[in-house]
């Protein structure tokens, strides 16, 4: 009976009545209550947001937590993951319930709750309690101490300092040792009064001054978490604790391995700090020589040039103090060290390097002017002159030029379809998992067809374990799954779906004969995607209606071409089977068979003899003369500059729709604004350049806005076809040029690394007219929508393979608007790395040729980035 009330007050969620019961009950009693309990959580489980749930969960959870007698069993119930998003019992009543237990029960619950995943959301307050309970050694796990800085952090926006409340914890010696083995903790401790008295830096470092926590160890714990490096957020929180404890020069002087270690391995910032120490102490005597010159090895290679030019600065006063003192023997440990900055990529820094061995050469020995000539080799040629005279030795001459770039990809024939279903069925779970790229589309795609139309009973009893998991294949869901598909056919998944039986007929047809805009209204080219999602609706209703014993579209070729050949070998079959062809694989067909090819005449012939209507068509199609490439102009709207591209009348006048959309004229005129055009995924758009075999200028053209997206409203991913593109066929003109540019201009590095690799392979295919390129990207720039500083780290990129004729090539064409420009220096940050690559590639290529405009900028006084670098390029040029 006592169960009954007790299940009833559960419940109804009664926490009072609930306690008040369980207090009368023996543990006995308590245990018999137990499968009820059970199965009341698991019934809730149905609906864990149903309002029956919401009202029973926190006296369950608290009923259960006190029935259960053993340690583990009791800590999995009160830490389980339903509790999570619920409401859950007040920590005082669960201890209130567990309070008569033995000591060591109470602290086997709390250290097996504090070891859970944080993940889990276990009230810090309830492992609290039981470990003031139980008086045993405090947990200092990840879950614990995070619960504990937010308990700390509660009550900071008070007047009273985070000192005295730290102070006031009873375990603040374990807990704040535990912090510096805490991941990620970093952004819970500095969020609120920076370096004020409620801020954790401040706070601890009262705590080490008052030997509350013992100073030594904190700052041991300070510098390992340093060394042990971490998020940005750590290393920021655990530098500004070093700060507040400011060391003494004995407390610096104790740890010289650990600076050393930080100024070769840490975040920037870290570095900086650890730098900042070693010049101190360098200056005071502190640091020898030898040691400042291993540092110096390692500083002088991080890309960060502030630390480069400040461990050059120290070395620099560190010479100055030995030729005071008149010990040659710095010199000789330091100067070796300064010959490594001769290596780094950033001429200033090598010539920063250069004179500083100038100043100091005069008091070393043989060996060592013997070592800096070998790291001159490293020189940039403008720079070696200079370095000859200064070591008084002939460096190694370098040979002729050489540009380093990819060679050309060339393209591969496809496998064929799988042979057996359950082969098909395999790829078709490996493109449902992760895409895919083209080819394995395509002949997934076609080996589906083929089994479908040979045994359709065996391949849906192949396809039923690679779909049984996919959301659509619920029966429950099947009125969600046909708007699903009525919407869009999500690539192979409607085919998929089709053939085990999850799409209705009605759904596909409706789909094939009157497609939806709906969730594809974003996309910046529909004809593009329309004709893609039409062939595959269609696929899917001919499997359901009228299968057919292959497709006629399947590339043969990588790059999306069909063989007239193998075109007409298709054909055959369907003449055989008594075949339709489907419109949309038809029209598909004639867009990628290659008419270029030597097969073409003799295919043509073929295609005729076999008397049926579509070999007619591809007779046909196969013997007109092939169309010029569209004309096309570049149009700017707002801050981008995109093509129109005229009309291919034959494209539009002779495919059916969606297809002929393809040939209707490309004009951006009424398209203006900072529309989003929503970019389809990489393998979609290596779908789009085989569905256009030969034709990558208009592609480009069509795709053109979600790559400028990239650089002008920083979207992440629309540059990734850019390789594909610059191995596809066709001409490559102002469209390739242009999306390349934008590639070369955008916000997300891989995107910039997506447009440097079109560049190099462009180059490398000698389809790339570079300098054009660099008037291309000139023109979207003064449109404002670009940033030199993101097209100098492309270049810089793209130098450093080896293409230095290329990037300058690219650089005449840019840099004369640039320095034209009236634009602000804040808006020409980026022109001084620009220049210095020029400069760069000038120096190795031996290229000479005036670049207009910067002779006037190397005349100018000064010594800053832009004008040394100009007079440098000047140079260079002759």
């Not at 004995?250 to 120490?277: K, M, N, S, Y």
């Not at 049926?612 to 003369?625: F, Q, S």
């Amino acid at each position: 009976m006592s169960q009954d009330v007790l299940m009833r007050a559960v419940r109804k969620g009664d926490l009072d009545r609930t306690a008040e019961l369980l207090d009368a009950m023996t543990d006995a009693e308590r245990r018999s209550c137990l499968p009820e309990l059970k199965a009341l959580r698991k019934e809730l489980r149905a609906e864990p947001w149903g309002a029956g749930a919401r009202v029973a969960y926190p006296a369950l959870q608290m009923a259960g937590g006190a029935c259960h007698t053993g340690a583990a069993a009791a800590a999995t119930w009160l830490g389980a993951a339903d509790w999570r998003w619920q409401r859950r019992a007040a920590p005082q009543a669960v201890l209130h319930m567990l309070g008569d237990r033995e000591t060591e029960w109470l602290a086997d619950v709390a250290h097996r709750l504090a070891a859970l995943p944080q993940s889990r959301g276990v009230s810090y307050d309830l492992v609290a309690g039981l470990v003031a309970l139980s008086g045993c050694p405090v947990p200092t796990t990840e879950a614990y101490v995070v619960g504990w800085v937010d308990h700390v952090n509660s009550g900071r926006r008070h007047d009273r300092p985070l000192a005295d409340r730290l102070r006031a914890e009873p375990h603040v010696g374990e807990l704040t040792a535990a912090l510096f083995e805490t991941d990620d903790i970093g952004s819970r401790l500095d969020w609120f009064d920076a370096g004020g008295p409620h801020s954790w830096p401040r706070g601890l470092a009262t705590l080490a001054e008052e030997g509350v926590v013992e100073r030594k160890a904190l700052v041991d714990a300070c510098v390992a978490r340093l060394l042990r490096g971490g998020r940005q957020s750590d290393t920021r929180l655990f530098l500004l604790v070093l700060d507040a404890l400011a060391l003494t020069r004995e407390e610096e002087g104790e740890r010289i391995a650990d600076w050393v270690a930080l100024c070769a391995d840490g975040a920037a910032p870290v570095a900086a700090h650890a730098q900042q120490v070693l010049g101190t102490l360098a200056a005071d005597g502190g640091v020898t020589a030898r040691t400042l010159a291993d540092v110096s090895a390692a500083v002088l290679f991080r890309p960060e040039k502030k630390l480069v030019r400040a461990q050059l600065v120290l070395l620099g006063k560190v010479l100055k103090g030995g030729a005071a003192q008149g010990d040659p023997s710095v010199a000789d440990e330091l100067l070796p060290a300064v010959g490594e900055a001769f290596g780094h990529p950033d001429t200033e820094v090598q010539e920063r390097a250069l004179k500083l061995v100038a100043r100091h050469i005069a008091a070393t020995g043989t060996g060592t002017r013997s070592r800096l000539a070998l790291s001159a080799d490293q020189l940039s040629a403008g720079l070696r002159p200079r370095a000859q005279e200064v070591l008084g030795v002939a460096l190694s001459a370098e040979g002729p030029y050489e540009e380093v770039l990819p060679s050309a990809p060339e393209p591969f024939r496809l496998a064929p379809a799988p042979d057996s279903a359950q082969e098909v069925a395999e790829e078709v779970g490996a493109i449902l998992a992760s895409g895919g790229d083209m080819a394995a589309f395509e002949r997934t795609l076609d080996g589906l067809m083929r089994h479908a139309y040979h045994d359709r009973a065996a391949l849906k009893e192949a396809l039923l374990p690679a779909v049984s998991r996919r959301w659509w294949f619920d029966a429950d869901r099947q009125g969600y799954t046909q708007r699903y598909f009525r919407d869009a056919p999500f690539g192979l998944e409607v085919v998929a779906a089709t053939a085990v039986d999850a799409v209705d007929t009605r759904t596909l047809h409706a789909a094939k004969e009157h497609p939806s805009n709906s969730g594809r209204h974003r996309f910046s080219d529909l004809a593009l995607r329309r004709s893609y999602d039409a062939r595959l609706w269609e696929a899917a209703y001919r499997i359901r209606t009228e299968p057919v014993p292959c497709l006629l579209a399947t590339p043969t070729w990588s790059s999306g071409f069909v063989d007239p050949d193998d075109l007409v070998a298709r054909l055959r079959v369907y003449a055989a089977a008594g075949a339709r062809a489907g419109q949309a694989d038809l029209a598909q067909a004639l867009l990628r068979v290659d008419r270029g090819s030597p097969q073409a005449p003799g295919a043509a012939v073929a295609a005729a003899a076999l008397g049926t209507a579509e070999g007619d068509r591809v007779a046909a199609w196969l013997t007109a003369p092939e169309p010029a490439e569209p004309g096309s102009v570049e149009r700017a709207l707002d801050v981008q500059l995109l093509v129109d591209v005229e009309a291919v009348p034959e494209l539009r006048d002779g495919l059916p729709e969606p297809f002929s959309k393809l040939g209707e004229p490309l004009t951006r005129g009424m398209d203006r604004g900072y529309w989003y055009a929503e970019s389809g995924t990489p393998q979609e758009h290596s779908h789009w350049l085989a569905a256009l075999p030969g034709r990558r200028e208009l592609v480009a053209a069509r795709l053109l806005r979600e790559v400028a997206h990239c650089a002008v409203l920083e979207v992440r991913g629309a540059a990734a076809y850019l390789p594909l593109l610059a191995e596809a066929e066709g001409p490559a003109g102002s469209a390739v040029r242009l999306t390349v540019a934008y590639g070369l201009a955008a916000r997300h590095p891989e995107d910039r690394l997506a447009g440097v690799d079109a560049l190099l392979i462009l180059a490398g295919r000698g389809q790339l007219d570079a300098e054009l390129l660099g008037a291309a990207t000139a023109r979207a720039w003064a449109l404002g929508g670009l940033k030199t500083t993101r097209i100098a780290d492309s270049l810089g990129t793209a130098a450093s393979t080896g293409a230095y004729a290329t990037v300058l090539a690219v650089l005449r064409g840019l840099l004369p608007v640039l320095l034209a420009s009236k634009e602000s220096p804040a808006g020409l940050r980026g022109l001084g790395d620009l220049l210095g690559i020029a400069a760069d590639c000038a120096e190795r290529t031996g290229a000479q040729g005036r670049i207009f405009g910067v002779a006037e900028v190397a005349a100018r006084k000064g010594s800053s980035r832009l004008v040394t670098q100009a007079r440098r390029l000047h140079t260079a040029l002759g």
